[in-house]
């Protein structure tokens, strides 16, 4: 282009705007940006499109099952073992031999693919840092390729950041953490990428993109000839691990790489897919390392599970951990099930951080992730995660007095007690009383939680835990489920029945504790209004709505030169 002086277009000559090099059937509708354009490369997006093409029809149809389960589980049957896959469950086989490069694995920290998260998460002292493009990541356009760029600088070792306010530029320690990597979940679509004309399936373009660019230096430097590595989130039911596996093949296929060095671990984190481990180990069996316990998914998942039973309350939220019957069930049947199939079985997420201004509350704090810790280590997991780096030393003494050297307890926490779990046990319904204070704090931290997704956040520190979309989820199933039921907050001994308008005075009171509490500034320039109005409609909506990041999604989508786009 001919220029003047300082770069600008010279009088009378058009200014083309940049497009990206796309493969035929594929649309961007994302902003151009030339730092994005070497991740969207003609050649990534053809690998894209290739899994798109193959995979789609394979997709639908797993998300239609899930529909006719819902439906199933709604006229009031309830989920249990598959008779017909007793045969896997009963039979004697192992998944492949875990890689030496991630055989330790006793803490993992996760959270967004924001650059100087990335980079202070492969610092901390963690064996794995899990990043995330789903629950801790706002999926906007330039969250997720931001992201993008910044996994392919990390795993290149070129990762730096420089904070201005600070004064302060970051880059990775000699020794760094092992990179996982979570893509979406099956039902979310990428609605800036089109691909024959219908939205990207957001998993397929996480996946596709990062492993095309960085498998080959990542199993270099990282895995050791394995990998790369990845989470896999909010299965319901082995077809789709079956799915995930063929994805795989196709990829390992297509870089040129030995069968079998792609490795994923699962998240258990829907109630139907505690009932399928084996089965998504089986279909894995070749790519696994294991089963994660998503505590705060499973919760949320055990509501929406459940949402047309009425005998199937919760209590409040905070009264629904590990120690609940149908939690540990679940928890030390995961641990049976991947030390029998020879992988990890790795602990779930305490939500608690650091408190800084208040020593004593940061102790007592402390004092009870180490009790959630020590839970797991002596229940037999092999690792855990950590929310925040302040807390990894903590969990780090934990697991190594009670582990000494050993890189795991696959081979010595057998679990062959926990054989004897039944479908009961694993659907007993959770003891505890609801309360107006329950019902207040679930309003609280979902509207805000939406504020900070609205405006690109997916991690948000509130009231000294961390909450991501799963915590932001039982908050909403919870008060959906209270006001369809009219329940009896119970607690409080003053018989008082959840209503709509109970529910409105509630959240107008809310709003303005917010207010009070961020400032009315922050309040004025921040979504919250917003936030509240999809919070307010979602939890007294008739039917229950899957996920409140499907509907949310669309407020966050801009197409250019289009501008925002409805799905």
Not at 209 to 238: C, D, V, W
């Amino acid at each position: 282009m001919d220029t003047g002086t300082y770069g600008y277009p010279k009088q009378g000559v058009k200014k083309i705007d940049p497009s990206y090099d796309v493969p035929e059937g594929v649309d961007i509708r994302g902003r151009y940006d030339e730092e994005f354009a070497k991740i969207l490369t003609k050649d990534a997006l053809k690998f894209v499109a290739e899994l798109q093409r193959e995979f789609r029809s394979h997709i639908r149809y797993a998300l239609e099952c899930r529909k006719e389960a819902k439906r199933r589980y709604n006229e009031g049957a309830l989920p249990g073992f598959d008779p017909a896959t007793r045969y896997i469950r009963e039979g004697e086989w192992v998944c492949a031999p875990v890689p030496p490069a991630v055989a330790d694995r006793k803490v993992e920290i996760t959270g967004p693919v924001e650059r100087k998260m990335v980079i202070n998460a492969l610092n901390s002292g963690a064996k794995v840092f899990m990043a995330d493009f789903e629950d801790a990541l706002s999926p906007s356009w330039e969250n997720l390729m931001r992201g993008q760029v910044n996994l392919k600088d990390a795993v290149a070792g070129t990762i730096t950041f420089n904070d201005k306010a600070r004064n302060k530029v970051y880059k990775l320690n000699d020794q760094t953490a092992k990179l996982f990597v979570r893509p979406r979940g099956w039902h979310l679509p990428e609605a800036h990428i089109f691909i024959d004309g219908e939205p990207a399936t957001g998993c397929l373009v996480d996946f596709g993109l990062y492993f095309y660019h960085n498998h080959a230096p990542f199993r270099q430097t990282q895995g050791a000839g394995f990998g790369p590595f990845f989470y896999l989130p909010k299965m319901e039911h082995s077809r789709e691990a079956k799915i995930w596996n063929n994805v795989f093949e196709r990829a390992e296929k297509m870089a040129g790489i030995e069968r079998g060095s792609i490795r994923a671990t699962v998240l258990i984190e829907t109630l139907p897919a505690v009932f399928q481990m084996n089965e998504i180990l089986y279909e894995l069996r070749d790519h696994s390392v294991g089963l994660n316990c998503g505590r705060w998914d499973y919760i949320f998942s055990y509501v929406k599970t459940f949402q047309a039973h009425p005998d199937r309350l919760l209590p409040d939220r905070v009264l629904v951990g590990m120690t609940q019957h149908f939690m540990k069930s679940y928890s030390d049947l995961l641990i049976q099930t991947c030390h029998r199939r020879g992988v990890h079985a790795m602990g779930g997420m305490a939500a608690q951080i650091p408190i800084r201004d208040d020593p004593a509350a940061n102790e007592a704090a402390l004092e009870l992730v180490r009790k959630d810790k020590l839970r797991e280590v002596k229940a037999g997991h092999d690792g855990t995660w950590a929310a925040h780096p302040g807390l990894i030393p903590a969990y780090v003494e934990v697991f190594n007095n009670n582990m000494g050297n050993a890189p795991n307890q696959i081979k010595d926490a057998k679990r062959d007690d926990a054989a004897s779990i039944t479908e009961e046990d694993l659907l007993q319904i959770p003891r505890g009383v609801r309360t107006m204070d329950g019902l207040r704090l679930n309003t609280r931290v979902g509207i805000q939680y939406v504020a900070a997704w609205l405006t690109g956040s997916g991690s948000v520190p509130l009231y000294n835990l961390m909450e991501d979309a799963a915590t932001a989820e039982i908050s909403r199933v919870q008060n959906w489920q209270w006001i369809k039921y009219g329940v009896e907050l119970d607690g409080d001994g003053l018989g008082v029945r959840v209503s709509k308008e109970l529910f409105s005075r509630v959240v107008e009171e809310e709003m303005a504790r917010i207010e009070s509490e961020v400032g009315k500034d922050k309040f004025k320039k921040g979504m919250y209004k917003e936030a509240c109005k999809i919070f307010k409609r979602q939890c007294t909506a008739p039917t229950l709505d899957d996920f409140l990041t499907l509907d949310a999604y669309n407020y966050i989508v801009i197409q250019h030169p289009k501008g925002p786009a409805k799905l």
